[in-house]
């Protein structure tokens, strides 16, 4: 009998450096799929996918930028979808970071795999031209995945009293496992930076090429979406899909309209709560395996620390979680090398 399985969409930031080649490695077989995204970008006079993916080296400046690194991630995350083995797993729901909503949309049959293209190109495009600031990001656990007591507390004070200043904005963006994602103008952000106290983790962390995602900065970005994506588009999911509020879509009982605004309004404009998402997903579903698409595997960590967060199988560390992946995995990230054949045909 087949496993459920909880599919995970990544967001921005997965494809960098070693990624490079992802698609000619992993999936030569579906050229007739890369062949149509390429004509996507083509018509709209952009670098195409199978350029981009095929170039000599990663460049930074070139392949972290909006309009780059989302078609691309987009691109290896459905390929990988497509490339799981249904004989062994079937999909119990879906959900995904940030840009892999729109990654989400496309798994879980909201739309097709080309206007989830259409879409993820749109708004990469849209973000790299769009308002001004960016994110960082910030660790509130320790080395063994433990939350430092009171830290979140006193950063989520810190940020409404930055963003109370007149010349700043600042907005929880992204509620990320044992992290959290600020977003907001460069004041903001500068003000942040300097001001947070030291943490369990790691100094702040400026996401390069990210703009205040998931925040009320992003109300441009969120009209021209509205505008130029049309809700025709959008359809009830064939598999339920969880959101980034920790709201379930259902087959046969979501409005295509309702969708539609969700996607290019309170996604764009609202926190986006990963976290939630993940432990909604498990506890409404208890997939058997949690299957984190390529390219990368950044978000294995943040799955894993929300899991810690609600104790899921009795999970309280870190060293809990490596323990048992090392007896039978339960989340298998398929960009990993040692990972992969455990899911693919």
Known sequence: MAEAALIVCPGRGTYGKAELGYLR????????????????????GQPTISELDGAERFSP????????????????????????????????????????????????????????FEIVDAMGENSQAGEPGGQVLLTLVDENWHEAPGHRETLLGLAEAIDAR???????????????????????????????????????LRLVNHGPFHTPLMRGSSERALAQLPAAWFHAPEAPMIDGRGHIWRPFASP?????????????????????????????????RIILLGPGD?????????????????LRSKSDFQELQAKDPFLISMGREDQRALVTR
């Open 298 to 314: 950044t978000l294995g960590g943040a799955i894993a620390q929300a899991l810690i967060a609600i104790q899921w199988r009795g």
């Open 256 to 288: 295509s309209a309702a969708l539609h605004d969700y996607t290019f309004a309170a996604q764009i404009l609202e926190t986006y709560r990963f976290t939630r998402s993940i432990q909604v997903a498990v506890k409404e579903y208890a997939p058997e």
């Open 61 to 116: 400046a070139l392949h972290t930028r909006g309009d780059i690194a989302s078609p691309l991630i987009f691109a290896a995350s459905y390929a990988d979808y497509l490339a799981i083995d249904r004989a062994r797993f079937q999909v119990a729901a879906v959900t995904g970071n940030s840009m892999g909503w729109y990654t989400a949309l496309a798994v879980g049959g909201a739309v097709s795999a080309e206007h989830g």
């Open 25 to 44: 490695r992993h999936h030569g077989d579906k050229a007739a799929l890369i062949a149509g995204f390429d004509r996507l970008r083509s018509q709209r």
């Open 166 to 204: 007149g010349d700043c904005a600042l907005h929880v963006s992204i509620e990320l496992g044992g992290m959290i994602v600020f977003a907001g103008n460069e004041a903001g952000l500068a003000a942040l930076i300097a001001e947070a106290p030291p943490g369990p983790g790691r100094e702040p």
